[in-house]
């Protein structure tokens, strides 16, 4: 069976966000999420892989996050963009995406799909489950996909290599809220699981169970 193919692409501005793409072997159309401030590194990879867009999913709607929704939407018109239904109005308004308050003005297209709680996504050969884990923004979604061997979690700004996203920004419920949602939510996926997370490096279900320090 075929198995799903990664790509991490990392904005060079301050923010330093990961956008991720995902495809199944074997396949041309992928799935891709948080696109940020790399619009053309992330167009480098899709003609490197030889991808087209299928569909744009966000876990949350901070202006990191999506800042390069805007022009690819344009190239890849036919591609809909499932946003968390708590954070459908951040795409248009820069004091709900933080934007405003960093210099920028910052908005994106409107979405296609509202994304619920245990939502399932159903595109480019792959499901993805809807896992909600507010504390860093009232929507955070966390993707799950179970893949042949490996599965993967797109995890925003909830999980990351030994962090956790911030509690303190508007929105965000505080760093209690996260981490006992972290624990809940996520700490019950497979430890082989990978997750892919908005800032950093990779990491593991497993790994972060253990050694993550926000978690104790």
């Given at each position: 069976m075929p198995g799903i193919q990664t790509l991490q692409?990392?904005?060079?501005?301050?923010?330093?966000?990961?956008?991720?793409?995902?495809?199944?072997?074997?396949?041309?159309?992928?799935v891709v999420f948080d696109p940020g401030d790399a619009v053309p590194s992330i167009r480098a990879a899709l003609?490197?892989?030889?991808?087209?867009?299928?569909?744009?999913?966000?876990?949350?709607?901070?202006?990191?996050?999506?800042?390069?929704?805007?022009p690819l939407k344009e190239l890849f018109p036919a591609a809909p963009i499932y946003v968390p239904e708590q954070e459908e109005s951040w795409l248009s308004r820069p004091t709900l995406n933080l934007s405003y308050f960093c210099g920028g003005a910052i908005t994106a297209p409107p979405a296609d799909h509202l994304v619920k709680e245990e939502?399932?996504?159903e595109v480019a050969g792959m499901s993805f489950r809807a896992i909600h884990v507010p504390?860093?923004?009232?929507?955070?979604?966390?993707?799950?996909?179970?893949?042949?061997?490996?599965?993967?979690?797109?995890?925003?700004?909830?999980l990351?290599?030994?962090s956790i996203g911030r509690g303190d920004l508007p929105g965000g419920e505080g760093e209690e809220v996260l981490v006992e949602n972290i624990r809940t939510k996520l700490f019950v996926l497979?430890?082989?699981?990978?997750?892919?997370?908005?800032?950093?490096?990779?990491?593991?279900?497993?790994?972060e169970k253990v050694s993550n320090p926000f978690c104790d």
């Open positions: 692409i990392t904005s060079d501005d301050n923010y330093q966000e990961n956008c991720y793409v995902l495809w199944l072997d074997g396949r041309s159309d992928a003609t490197e892989n030889k991808l087209t867009i299928a569909a744009f999913l966000q876990t949350h709607c901070h202006f990191d996050h999506i800042a390069g929704l805007g939502d399932r996504v504390g860093h923004s009232p929507g955070s979604m966390v993707y799950y996909v179970e893949s042949p061997g490996t599965p993967h979690a797109v995890a925003g700004d909830t990351m290599r030994s497979p430890d082989a699981t990978i997750v892919h997370p908005g800032h950093g490096n990779e990491t593991t279900i497993g790994r």
